[in-house]
C-alpha cells in the first residue's frame, strides 16, 4: 500500500477545507503554530504546503521540502512566496482568486450605499450629540437612476455592475466617460506602475459637483491630499475608502474629515469567503497531488482550464516518451517534433509537449522536472519541440509521436492510452509497428531478420538470470530489417548490452530506463 501523501497547513483553515483533504487521502499537519525552526524540521516528506498572508515560503523551506509539488496560497496575491524558486523546483503555486469576489463586491455595495445616505457623517453628528436632520436629508441621495462610473476591470466590479443595474442604476466603465458623467465613482485597481498616482486633482476636476468617490484600491491609487482637497472644496459629497494592512489613515489627509468611512480591506472578509477560499485551496492542492491540472496555477507558463481534463492523463505516457527518444538516439538530441494525431489535434497540447521535454530532462538536471519548469529548463539548455497535429487517423483514435533525427538517420517512437484508466501503451519504435507497455527496465534491438535470434536473445539473458517480462517484434518497413522491445526484470549494464550485440549479431541495442 502506498504511504499517504502529507500536507502541513500554516493558517486556520476552514473545517470544510481539512475535511476536504482527508478525504482525499491526505495526511493533514496542522502546522499553524509552528515556529521557522520547527517548520524547516517538519518539510522533509511534506508534499503539499497550504499558507496564508501572514506566512513566508522562503527558497530556504523550498529546498527543506524535496517532496514539496504544490504550495497553495488562501487569497490572490502570492507576494509572500518565493514564486521563481519554486517554479526552478517544479512545485506548482495555486491561489484561490475569486474566493472573496462575492464579499468584496457586496462591501462595495455597502459603501455606495452608505456614501448615497452619507452615514459616515450622520454617525459623526450622532456621536457628537449633534441631532441635525435637517443636515442629513439634504446631504443623502437615492440610487435609481443615478450612474455608477467604475474605474477597473475584474470580478469585483462585474459582480458590483450586476447589483448596481439590479438597484436601477446605470454602469459605466468607459474611462474618457467616467469622470464627467458619474454620481458615483468606485476604483477598484491593483497597485503597481501604471496606476499610481491615478486619479489626482486633475482628474477631481472633471468630476461632477457632489459626486461620491469610493475606492477599494490600495493606497497611492488616488492621491489622498487632492482628494481631501476635493472634500474640502465640496466637489466630493461623501466619501469612502479600503484600508490595507499596514496602511497608517489616522496619519493621512482623510482622517480629518467626518464623512469619510474607512473600511478594513481584507482577503477573506466574510465567514462564507473564509469558507469558500479553504475548499478551493484545498481542492487545487489535492488536484495536484492526484496528478491532474491546478486552474489557478500562477506559475504554469499556459493556461489549460478548459483542455486539463482531456490532457492531463496523457501526460505521463508524454513523459516516458520523452526518455525514450532520449535514450533510443545515438547522441545528444536538442530538437524533437512532437506529432498529436487523431482527436488530439483539436486540442492545445503545449503541457504534453512540456511533459515531452521534462522526459528527456530528467535525467540531466537534478531535482524535478515537469511542467512547471521544463520550458525554462529547456531554453536554458537550447532544447526545442516543435508540434504538429493529423486528425484523420486511421489506426489509433489518438497517437503521441516523437521524433529527432539523429548521426544514424531518424529516430522515432509513438504510443497511445488504452481505456478509461488511460493506460500508457507503446505501438511503434523506429517506425515499427509494436504492441507493449512500457516499464521501468526496457531494450531495444534492431537486427536483420532472421529464424532464432528471438531464442539467441532469450538464451542469454536467461545466462544472466535477467528474465523477460514482455516481448514485441516489430517487421515490414524493410524486408529486412526488424525490431524487438522487451521489458525486463531488472537493467543490463553496458558490458552486457555490448556482449548481447556482438553474439546474438544485432544491428544495435539500446537499454532505456523509465
Request: proline share 5%.
Amino acid at each position: 500500500m502506498s504511504e499517504k501523501k502529507r500536507v502541513i497547513v500554516l493558517e486556520e483553515l476552514a473545517p470544510e477545507g481539512l475535511e476536504l483533504l482527508r478525504r482525499e487521502g491526505l495526511e493533514v499537519d496542522a502546522g499553524a503554530g509552528w515556529d521557522a525552526d520547527e517548520l524547516l524540521r517538519r518539510m522533509p516528506g511534506c508534499h503539499g504546503l497550504i499558507a496564508g498572508p501572514a506566512h513566508a515560503v522562503t527558497a530556504e523551506l523550498l529546498r527543506a521540502g524535496g517532496d514539496l509539488q504544490v504550495v497553495g496560497r488562501t487569497g490572490v496575491s502570492v507576494s509572500n512566496i518565493d514564486v521563481a524558486e519554486a517554479t526552478r523546483r517544479g512545485v506548482v503555486v495555486a491561489n484561490t482568486p475569486r474566493s472573496n469576489a462575492i464579499s468584496a463586491a457586496e462591501q462595495a455595495l455597502a459603501l455606495v450605499l452608505a456614501c448615497a445616505q452619507d452615514l459616515a457623517g450622520a454617525n459623526a453628528d450622532l456621536r457628537a450629540g449633534r441631532w441635525l436632520p435637517d443636515t442629513w436629508a439634504g446631504s443623502g441621495v437615492e440610487l435609481r437612476g443615478r450612474t455608477l462610473g467604475i474605474v477597473g476591470r475584474g470580478a469585483v466590479a462585474a459582480l458590483l455592475t450586476e447589483d448596481a443595474l439590479a438597484l436601477g442604476m446605470k454602469v459605466l466603465d468607459d474611462p474618457g466617460r467616467v469622470y464627467g458623467e458619474a454620481d458615483f465613482i468606485l476604483v477598484d485597481l491593483p497597485d503597481g506602475a501604471a496606476s499610481r498616482g491615478l486619479i489626482g486633482d486633475h482628474e477631481f476636476a472633471q468630476m461632477k459637483d457632489g459626486v461620491r468617490v469610493i475606492s477599494l484600491a490600495p493606497p497611492g491609487v488616488i492621491d489622498a491630499a487632492a482628494w481631501a482637497r476635493a472634500i474640502d472644496s465640496g466637489k466630493v459629497a461623501a466619501s469612502a475608502a479600503a484600508v490595507y494592512p499596514g496602511d497608517a489613515p489616522a496619519a493621512g489627509p482623510l482622517a480629518r474629515h467626518d464623512g469619510v468611512l474607512l473600511a478594513p480591506h481584507l482577503e477573506e472578509s466574510t465567514v462564507d469567503a473564509q469558507r469558500r477560499a479553504g475548499l478551493m485551496v484545498a481542492e487545487q492542492v489535492a488536484e495536484v497531488l492526484r496528478g491532474e491540472f491546478a486552474s489557478n496555477a500562477v506559475n504554469v507558463p499556459l493556461a489549460l482550464v478548459d483542455d486539463a481534463g482531456e490532457l492531463m492523463p496523457h501526460l505521463g505516457l508524454c513523459t516516458q516518451l520523452g526518455r525514450l527518444i532520449v535514450g533510443l538516439a545515438d547522441g545528444p538530441v536538442d530538437a524533437v517534433t512532437v506529432s498529436y494525431g487523431g482527436s488530439f489535434a483539436y486540442f492545445d497540447t503545449r503541457i504534453l509537449t512540456l511533459g515531452v521535454l521534462g522526459g528527456m530532462l530528467a535525467d540531466q538536471v537534478e531535482g524535478r522536472v515537469n511542467y512547471v519548469n521544463a520550458q525554462a529548463l529547456a531554453d536554458e539548455r537550447g532544447l526545442t519541440a516543435h508540434e504538429t497535429k493529423q486528425s484523420d487517423l486511421p489506426d489509433f483514435p489518438r497517437l503521441i509521436t516523437v521524433s529527432t533525427h539523429g548521426p544514424r538517420g531518424g529516430v522515432s517512437v509513438s504510443g497511445t492510452s488504452l481505456g478509461p484508466g488511460h493506460k500508457p501503451r507503446l505501438v511503434r519504435v523506429f517506425g515499427e509497428d509494436i504492441d507493449i507497455d512500457p516499464e521501468p527496465h526496457m531494450l531495444f534491438l534492431r537486427y536483420v531478420d532472421a529464424p532464432g535470434v528471438g531464442g539467441a536473445v532469450g538464451t542469454m539473458l536467461g545466462e544472466w538470470r535477467i528474465n523477460i517480462g514482455h516481448m514485441s517484434v516489430g517487421r515490414g518497413i524493410s524486408e529486412h530489417e526488424a525490431v524487438m522491445a522487451l521489458t525486463l526484470d531488472e537493467p543490463l549494464d553496458a558490458t552486457q548490452l555490448h556482449q548481447l550485440v556482438e553474439r546474438c549479431g544485432l544491428a544495435s541495442g539500446k537499454g532505456v530506463e523509465l
